[in-house]
């Protein structure tokens, strides 16, 4: 994992990158790090079966939209 709190999840063939939710980050925040791209915080919500991202808590670890899935 990277001082980013990106990593790579083995055993998928694009190498399926997931986020570690640290106090202060936001969906929004780890999509902009993880895509650069503010709006794909809805996918990562979907991704992850999340409801209300507001309940998104420090050390839940969230898997991250890969170029097939947009």
């Known amino acids: ?8 999840l083995p055993g998928s063939p694009s190498s399926r990158q997931f986020s570690v939710v640290v106090r202060g980050d936001s969906l929004q925040s780890i999509a902009v790090r993880s895509t ?14 999340i409801d209300d991202p507001s309940k998104v808590r420090p ?3 969230l898997v991250l939209p890969n170029a097939t899935d947009r």
Do not use: F, K, P
């Not at 994992?1 to 790579?8: E, P, R, W, Y």
């Not at 650069?36 to 079966?49: M, P, V, Y």
């Open 59 to 61: 050390g839940t670890v």
């Open 36 to 49: 650069g791209r503010a709006a794909d915080w809805r996918l990562i919500a979907e991704l992850n079966g």
């Open 1 to 8: 994992m990277s001082a980013q709190g990106l990593g790579h």
